[in-house]
């Protein structure tokens, strides 16, 4: 014996080899007989190198004693210290399974079942299992020769031998082999019943799919006939009575245990069905009553046992509906919805620990894969697998998923699988929880490779695999593409001509010649990109038609495709990224506006995603992120016409961004309906055209001072938002009304200054004017003191002069939308409060100032309106249009302002909701007021992203004005009740404006 406070050199070299009860080993090892495994270096070695050693001692430890005589004993021990590869495989399972340890004890000569190490032993098939079972005449035999080939299966898993693809695809194989046992004695049992029908076994599940675990219900369904001559129903009531002993002898428990349940609950009615059916009844029944989740289990349905030509038959019989059953009124729907009840039935206390249900587990895969397979396996048989890793490989393959994903979820589910293994081997128990305990915990790492710190690491990596599984699950199985694709009728969610040329006919395409080539050069081929474009286009070519012009969208698809061809993230981003491909096919096919902007830049098409990847979705950008953006990019450049090339750019992909936004916010689509309020989009658009010229001035600004001054400019300058720009109001293709500002620095000469001033505005507009495919951005500065013959620039003291002594009242009409947008500000700020008092004056307008205003107005109406234009369709001049919603407002604020603070705005809608706020005007009037207002603006960006040009005006061609009304909301053959209903607002409008304005 160790004296007391010392330690053996056996107690260290089992505490170093991984033992956690070194004592308790030791004392185990103190017995003579065990002598040459105390003694023996490399199989403490090898001990210590399974899961459990502690464990693995104690296995070997009652191996040994079941051993009978000494002879027996002896072979034994000398096999296991000379045979490196039994010593492996025997106390690898000995370490990682009490249960196989208890056989073993039991059956101490089943280790021999081990010893065989020869290539052919590695992946042994059902004919090798069946060879092992063919002995077992009785329910306790097949037990134990179960078993026996289970040790074999467990001993290659724990080991390395097998992967755990391979592991799951043996235990199916040995289900399949037991299951025919099971039958062969059940026949044998009643030898009339088993002459009196034809009986198979339809594999289900795991097994049906060769992934089945180490525990596990093995799902079957039963299909009977009758043999030649005989009764149906006597045939069918043997074959139930076969059917139900052969499960029985699988599924009770002996002496030697259970195997595992024999699980009929999937056939038809479930438990309340008959548990034998014949195929004629099968057939019936899914035709007229199955359910979305009976076909889904269908996919893994896989003749094992009995009869199996009759068993391939129902397999036969039963695949198209399997392959038809996404066609079904909400498939996509109530597949989800089946995922998520599964999740909310399980235990809170169960949640965090479910390895197969909870999210993030195997389910998630496995549903992800499957539903995938449903919806595209109709159009591709290569994706008709029962094996949820071949289905994955498949649908990576055929670019279905996107090879990183398919890696990804391949890697995190096998690391699942084989936590899931290790668990269930333990004591061979069907469970699929996630031990509590650290020693339980401890033994499932190691096995897993996981030695430094094995609870830890196991923690740490089933997370970071759960984390992976649950986001790709939600991103493959919540893909709005899928339920777009299950929504195509049967054939067209293939592309072979004959079925394209009709569904282009069919869907309004007005040249499908034209358009069957460019399906032919965008999917034609055998390359991952033709694979995926196989995919898309389908239902692209249906959001198309839901357009006014469905060739110009494919068109562009086909344009947009060929200039990102060999970008990796750009079919990804169609495939997976939300409504990317949806948002695309609205964007391509409702005018020319947003295409010519992506055609000059397609990698905005990345703009188009969720909002979470590489373009940061259609949120318009705040001005102070855009403003930091172009100076950054103004300061790398390389001059001014270089640094406004680099403002444009930022300019042209963020005016994409906007018009992105607003073509999807009006015409919506299928995940989320256009419901946007008018108003709001009218805003969005206004605010962020006027936020992007903003910083595009500021940073023209910046590189002309930077160009001709370096850092300061001799004088302080800034640049004053008028008209639309400073009421945050402009449309796509707005000129940019300014005025320009400067004040002298202190000591620098007045005509220094004004010399430098004039030349930065000369500059700016030199350089905004550069010829370009970008759109053009216009500075228009004839609202400025004298308009055309007045100087470009002036001081702050000049404006004063000039405001004190001559100002106009449509000056101060026009200052009412004055704004800073760029420059100096604090000068801007100066300029404001130098203009406030004329624009809001205190003692209000008196009445030769609003008769002057209602006779510039009445001027302008008849000067400005083009010959031959229908003034109640006019949008800016006609009645009830834009210019009378704008002065009516702005008559308000004159007279008003200086007493309502609401009133003092440069937006027109709030200082029109702020006069109705004040009682200056009745809030139904106002309203009517508002909506003439934002109609007439919608109609303007409207014909901007229809025509790729500017128009105040219905556009005169057919297509056009669909595509307009199709903005606003109208469908096909709804043009008239578009103009009838503008027509109307706008006469209602200018009723208010003839009673507010001109005084009734």
Known sequence: MTAPGRRS???????????????????????????????????????????????????????????????AHRELLDTVIAAKPLRDRLLGVLGASAALAEHLARHSGDWHALVTYEPRDLHPGVAEFERGLAEATDPVSLRVAYRRCLLSIAARDVCGTTDVAESAAELADLATATLRAALAIARAAAPEDAAACRLAVIAMGKCGGHELNYVSDVDVIFVGEATDGADESKALRAATRLASHMMRICSETTVEGSIWPVDANLRPEGRNGPLVRTLSSHLAYYQRWAKTWEFQALLKARPVAGDIELGEEYVAALEPLVWKAAERENFVADVQKMRRRVV?????????????????????????????????????????????????????????????????????????????????????????????????????????????????????????????????????????????????????????????????????????????????????????????????????????????????GLLNFRKVSDALGKTPWYLRLLRDEGAAAENLARVLSAGRLAPDLLMRAPEAVALLGDGDGRGGGLEPRPRAHLEQEILAAVGRAEGGAQAVTAARGVRRRELFRTAAADIVGSYGTEAQPAEADQGALVDLVGGAVSDLNAATLAGTLRAVV?????????????????????????????????????????????????????????????????????????????????????????????????????????????????????????????????????????????????????????????????????????????????????????????????????????????????????????????????????????????????????????????????????YLGYGPGRVGDMLDDYRRTARRARGVVDELFYGG
């Open 344 to 552: 909310e039935n399980i235990p809170v206390a169960e949640l965090d620990r479910q390895l197969k249900l909870g999210p993030g587990g195997l389910r998630d895969v496995e549903f992800a894969v499957q539903l995938l397979q449903l919806v595209h396996g109709r159009a591709d048989a290569s994706l008709r697998s029962g094996t949820t890793l071949d289905a994955l490989k498949a649908l990576a393959a055929g670019g279905y998923v996107g090879r990183a994903d398919a890696a990804q979820l391949d890697d995190a589910y096998r690391f699942l699988r084989s936590m899931e293994h290790r668990i269930q081997l333990y004591r061979l128990r069907r469970t699929h929880l996630v031990p509590e305990d650290d020693a339980d915990l401890r033994r499932i790492g190691r096995s897993l490779g996981l030695r430094s710190d094995p609870v830890a690491d196991l923690n740490r990596e089933w997370r970071r695999h759960a984390g992976v599984v649950r986001r790709l699950h939600e991103k493959l199985f919540y893909r709005p593409l899928l339920d777009a694709v299950a929504q195509l009728a049967p054939g067209e969610a293939r592309l072979s001509s004959e079925a394209a040329r009709e569904r282009l006919v069919a869907l309004g395409y007005a040249d499908p010649a034209a358009a069957l080539r460019h399906l032919e050069a965008l999917a034609s081929g055998v390359t991952r990109k033709a694979a995926i474009q196989r995919t898309l286009l389908p239902v692209l070519l249906g959001w198309f038609a839901d357009s006014a012009d469905p060739d110009a």
């Open 706 to 966: 930077r160009e001709g001054w370096g850092d300061t400019l001799p004088t302080r300058f800034a640049v004053i938002g008028m008209g639309r720009f400073g009421g945050h109001e402009l449309g796509y293709g707005s000129d940019a009304d300014v005025l320009f500002v400067h004040e002298p620095r202190d000591g620098v000469d007045e005509q220094e200054a004004a010399k430098a001033a004039n030349r930065v505005v000369s500059e700016m507009r030199r350089l905004l004017q550069i010829p370009s495919a970008d759109p053009p951005l216009l500075i228009d500065a004839d609202l400025r003191p004298e308009g055309k013959s007045g100087p470009m620039v002036r001081t702050l003291k000049s404006y004063e002069a000039y405001y004190r002594r001559w100002s106009l009242v449509w000056e101060s009409q026009a200052l009412l939308r004055a704004e800073p947008v760029a420059g100096d500000e604090d000068l801007g700020r100066r300029f404001i409060e130098l203009i406030d008092p004329l624009r809001y004056p205190a003692a209000g307008l008196g009445d030769d100032a609003v008769r002057e205003i209602r006779r510039l107005k009445a001027r302008m109406e008849s000067e400005r309106l083009p010959r031959g234009a229908d003034p109640k369709l006019h949008t800016k001049l006609g009645p009830g249009g834009l210019s009378d919603v704008e002065w009516t407002v702005q008559l308000l604020q004159l007279r008003h302002g200086a007493h309502e603070p609401g009133l003092r705005t440069t937006r027109t809608r709030a200082a029109l909701a702020a006069a109705a706020a004040a009682d200056l005007i009745p809030t139904e009037e106002a309203a009517t007021l508002d909506e003439a207002w934002v109609l007439a603006t919608r109609v303007r960006n409207a014909v901007m992203l229809v025509r790729g040009r500017a128009g105040d005006t219905f556009p005169s061609d057919p297509r056009e004005l669909a595509a307009v009304g199709r």
């Open 9 to 71: 050199s056996t107690f260290t070299r089992l505490l170093r080899h991984g033992f956690t009860d070194p004592s308790a080993a030791e004392r185990l090892l103190e017995a003579p007989e065990l002598a040459p495994v105390r003694d023996d270096p490399v199989l403490l070695e090898a001990l210590g190198e399974t899961a459990d050693p502690d464990l693995a001692l104690h296995g070997l430890v009652r191996l040994l004693e079941a051993q009978v005589g000494d002879t």
